[in-house]
């Protein structure tokens, strides 16, 4: 670089590698929604991603830009007393916007061409080591799921008998994906599962989404393809590994609920309740640890032994006792709840008590007198509505006996006591009477 009037531009870029979903269809044991759901042999639909990106197919753009002037630092004396050049955080500027798109972590070191020429060997270069990579495994049980409402919103049916299971991915890599069993015959949208899943990573992974994608699936194609999503949420895991990397010790999230949705009904409020733990790999090593269905085996270490899921039974004929079990147990845990939110507020009884033990008779008989005049002043004013019904009644019934009779009365009268008119009588008898 040529000083003065020297200046380095630094530009950052941000590289596509794309990636392809190419819809397929082949024959497989489908779903005919046009016969309630009945099983055919049919063609089903699919989505086959490619990645573009791994065949060398990708394109860059330009985020932002930034510009050093070396001017102010080679003949800054202050700049150059430094025994190391500090390290700068520059904003990155785009062409076709005034506002920044992030920041750069630079240092920059000047050296005169004459003294390196001279002495090469005294002003070796920073060295420059990546931090040191670190095997954890990533644990995340799930325990239960509640208030799963879509199968019923969707169906209107009260009587469906939903299967839930819960679809977990880390990150973006399809070998990371893992889900639980089938909880089946749901008849509330709960289910129960008690189900460890576990990855194992290299830390720190600069390629790693630190995202758990939730997702919880009605199974309605025995779990292979075109389940229906109930709900989703995405869970940010960064700071649970960062902290992990730095401490290097075991880290636990206990048991705690997470809200999911869903993008198509607003109306969905699922709950899922799941716990988290990072361990180091040689306290792996040191405790055993079972997944999926030998999370329930005794055969590992006893902090890790999961209980089994209380699940639903359908009613049957030939054993009805699961069925009136599990009622019964769901009815008593319910009942239970409520209780124990109820008995939150029974500390306010007996501050109640003694408040109306501490309060002045006065104050008794005040309230008493104000009761009193409300209590008269509603008697009276209903009595005196009475009164004026009564006394219009009566004013009608007196207006009805002084008004002469109709001719419309008259011969309505005649009817009921069977007295024939003037015009139906015969001549002879007219005479005769």
Same mark, same amino acid.
């Given at each position: 670089?040529?000083?003065?009037?020297?200046?380095?531009?630094?530009?950052?870029?941000?590289?596509?590698?794309?990636?392809?979903?190419?819809?397929?269809?082949?024959?497989?044991?489908?779903?005919?929604?046009?016969?309630?759901?009945?099983?055919?042999?049919?063609?089903?639909?699919?989505?086959?991603?490619?990645?573009?990106?791994?065949?060398?197919?990708?394109?860059?753009?330009?985020?932002?830009?930034?510009?050093?002037?070396?001017?102010?630092?080679?003949?800054?004396?202050?700049?150059?007393?430094?025994?190391?050049?500090?390290?700068? +955080?520059?904003?990155?500027?785009?062409?076709?916007? #005034? &506002?920044?798109?992030?920041? /750069?972590?630079? @240092? $920059?070191? =000047?050296l005169s061409e004459a003294e390196l020429t001279a002495r090469p060997w005294a002003f070796p270069p920073?060295?420059?080591?990546?931090?040191?990579?670190?095997?954890?495994?990533?644990?995340?049980?799930?325990?239960?799921?509640?208030?799963? +409402?879509?199968?019923?919103?969707?169906?209107?049916? #009260? &009587?469906?008998?939903?299967? /839930?299971?819960? @679809? $977990?991915? =880390?990150?973006?890599?399809?070998?990371?994906?893992?889900?639980?069993?089938?909880?089946?015959?749901?008849?509330?949208?709960?289910?129960?599962?008690?189900?460890?899943?576990?990855?194992?990573?290299?830390?720190?992974?600069?390629?790693?989404?630190?995202?758990?994608?939730?997702?919880?699936?009605?199974?309605?194609?025995?779990?292979?393809?075109?389940?229906?999503?109930?709900?989703?949420?995405?869970?940010?895991?960064?700071?649970?590994?960062?902290?992990?990397?730095?401490?290097?010790?075991?880290?636990?999230?206990?048991?705690?609920?997470?809200?999911?949705?869903?993008?198509?009904?607003?109306?969905?409020?699922?709950?899922?309740?799941?716990?988290?733990?990072?361990?180091?790999?040689?306290?792996?090593?040191?405790?055993?640890?079972?997944?999926?269905?030998?999370?329930?085996?005794?055969?590992?270490?006893?902090?890790?032994?999961?209980?089994?899921?209380?699940?639903?039974?359908?009613?049957?004929?030939?054993?009805?006792?699961?069925?009136?079990?599990?009622?019964?147990?769901?009815?008593?845990?319910?009942?239970?709840?409520?209780?124990?939110?109820?008995?939150?507020?029974?500390?306010?009884?007996?501050?109640?008590?003694?408040?109306?033990?501490?309060?002045?008779?006065?104050?008794?008989?005040?309230?008493?007198?104000?009761?009193?005049?409300?209590?008269?002043?509603?008697?009276?004013?209903?009595?005196?509505?009475?009164?004026?019904?009564?006394?219009?009644?009566?004013?009608?019934?007196?207006?009805?006996?002084?008004?002469?009779?109709?001719?419309?009365?008259?011969?309505?009268?005649?009817?009921?006591?069977?007295?024939?008119?003037?015009?139906?009588?015969?001549?002879?008898s007219a005479v005769e009477r």
């Open positions: 670089v040529s000083m003065p009037g020297g200046a380095l531009r630094i530009e950052v870029r941000n590289k596509t590698l794309p990636r392809a979903r190419v819809p397929v269809s082949y024959p497989w044991y489908v779903r005919d929604e046009a016969t309630s759901g009945a099983r055919r042999v049919g063609l089903q639909h699919d989505v086959l991603e490619v990645n573009l990106g791994a065949l060398g197919l990708g394109w860059n753009s330009e985020i932002g830009t930034t510009t050093l002037d070396l001017d102010l630092r080679w003949y800054s004396a202050s700049w150059r007393a430094l025994r190391r050049s500090p390290v700068e +955080t520059r904003h990155l500027w785009p062409r076709d916007s #005034p &506002n920044s798109k992030g920041t /750069l972590e630079l @240092f $920059v070191e =000047l920073v060295p420059f080591e990546l931090p040191r990579r670190r095997r954890f495994m990533l644990r995340c049980v799930v325990f239960d799921v509640t208030d799963c +409402t879509l199968p019923w919103i969707i169906t209107q049916d #009260p &009587n469906v008998l939903a299967d /839930l299971y819960v @679809f $977990v991915q =880390l990150g973006n890599d399809a070998a990371h994906e893992r889900r639980t069993d089938v909880c089946r015959y749901s008849p509330d949208g709960s289910a129960e599962f008690n189900w460890r899943m576990g990855w194992w990573l290299s830390l720190p992974d600069a390629s790693l989404a630190a995202r758990l994608r939730l997702q919880i699936y009605q199974d309605t194609a025995f779990g292979v393809a075109g389940d229906r999503l109930c709900a989703a949420a995405d869970l940010d895991v960064r700071a649970l590994l960062d902290e992990a990397l730095v401490r290097g010790e075991p880290l636990v999230k206990r048991k705690q609920p997470v809200s999911l949705r869903h993008p198509a009904f607003p109306e969905i409020d699922t709950r899922l309740q799941l716990a988290l733990e990072i361990v180091p790999e040689h306290v792996v090593l040191a405790k055993s640890c079972l997944y999926g269905k030998r999370g329930y085996e005794l055969t590992q270490d006893a902090d890790y032994v999961l209980p089994r899921p209380f699940r639903p039974a359908v009613f049957s004929l030939v054993n009805p006792s699961p069925f009136f079990s599990y009622t019964m147990v769901k009815l008593a845990n319910r009942v239970n709840f409520e209780v124990m939110s109820v008995s939150l507020l029974l500390p306010f009884v007996p501050l109640v008590l003694q408040f109306i033990a501490w309060t002045p008779w006065q104050w008794y008989a005040l309230g008493g007198a104000l009761g009193l005049v409300v209590f008269l002043r509603v008697f009276l004013l209903e009595q005196h509505r009475r009164d004026a019904i009564l006394a219009q009644q009566r004013e009608r019934a007196a207006k009805a006996v002084e008004a002469p009779p109709s001719d419309l009365a008259q011969t309505a009268l005649r009817r009921v006591l069977g007295a024939p008119r003037a015009a139906d009588v015969p001549e002879s």
